[in-house]
């Protein structure tokens, strides 16, 4: 007998910003949505665990997709997008997002994102607190400059090796081997898109000063930072929940930068928490 | 011979025999061929590495002696810590630790950089025998 998973993947084609995108996502369970954004130069398989943890898809519609040019989401059909050099902003990232939820027709999702998934989170509760439930930055801040690098393309470094290995210290050395390496492979797959990404995430997303003009009662931000993050420290995250009205943020302790792929039992407890909090605010 | 340069020995060896004998730079150290400084405040040690194997290790080099392409630097109470079995946040990486704390990269980082994933599996066998400062 096949032990099929109950996760199951389909393509959709969205419309951003005039860019005919075929978008591949991921999703099992049923209930409150919740979409889930990969981290920078990565893909939808980091969700893998929650995708198929039966104790949060019995009450949530976890969805995970591929951001294009990521994974099996390709760059955008309708234009020749080789002759440009790829850099994400912050405009076209939150486009993508909200036409990804109006194709799927997600009523009130909620948004969880890590990296520069936790930075457009910030962004999504800035730009469109009617279109989301609550939001969930996970390793994020107002600002997380510094890592827009030429090295991750560098012709006489293998970009591959390069990009997995610059990250591989943003995990915490004891989240289970298997699992960091898994986190590892998946970066060596997507060192072409990383440094675009990266462009959103060190240079083109920058709230500082504009904290104050998010409406955490409306659209509830609860932030999740591990200890062994070097890029977004918990401190980090903390002064950024600490200006936003209704912000909220937890440590979590023992983790690093990837936590849904680096340890997903230990960042479940957190998770946990976080979704509990959103549902005593909105009323579940 | 005094304490010091008796743990400094010790070290040498340990550091030798764990790389060589480690499965991952084993598997993937074909091309891992370069020299390095490891400077830790109280003792410096020259790394040559030549297909994956220490080809030698000089501890505490003359001026002369020093042809190493790429240096780590840092205080002894930081490179203890990368030591440690389970290190505190912070120093449990090059990235972290030069991001957040006193370690300096120095040299021709493209050579650090051609040759990451060994390096980075190499340093994190300190946690295995310690460091000798």
Known sequence: MAQFSPVTGRYVTIDVLGDECKVFFLENGEGQPLVCQHTAGCHNHQWRDLLEDEEITRNYRVIAYDLARHGKSDPPKNREWWKEEYRLTADYYTAFIVAFCDALELEDPIFMGSSFGGNVALQLALRHPDRFKAVIPVEAAEYSPGFFLDWWQHPQANAAQVCASGVWDLMAPQSPEKDRWATWFYYSQGSEAFRGDLYFYSVDHDLRGKLDQIDGEKCPVIMLTGDYDYLTTPEDSQRTADQIKGGEFIEMKGIGHFPMSENYPLFKRYLQQALQRIENRTGG | ?133
Not at chain 2, 27 to 40: N, P, Q, R, T, V
Not at chain 2, 61 to 77: I, K, M, T, V
Not at chain 2, 100 to 123: A, H, K, P, S, W
């Open chain 2, 1 to 133: 011979m005094s304490q010091r340069t008796e743990t400094a020995e010790r070290w040498v060896e340990d550091f030798r025999r764990v790389t060589n004998e480690d499965p991952e730079i084993q598997a993937h150290g074909k091309y891992f061929s370069c020299s390095f400084l490891l400077d830790m405040e109280q003792s410096r040690f020259l790394v040559k590495m030549h297909e994956g194997k220490v080809e030698e290790i000089l501890t505490n080099p003359g001026p002369l002696d020093e042809r190493y392409q790429f240096a780590l630097r840092a205080s002894a109470e930081t490179w203890r810590k990368f030591g440690e079995e389970v290190p505190e946040p912070m120093y449990h990486g090059i990235w972290s630790a030069s991001f957040q704390r006193d370690l300096r990269l120095e040299g021709d980082l493209l050579v650090l950089m051609q040759n990451l994933r060994c390096f980075t599996r190499q340093f994190e066998l300190l946690r295995q025998i310690g460091v000798p400062v």
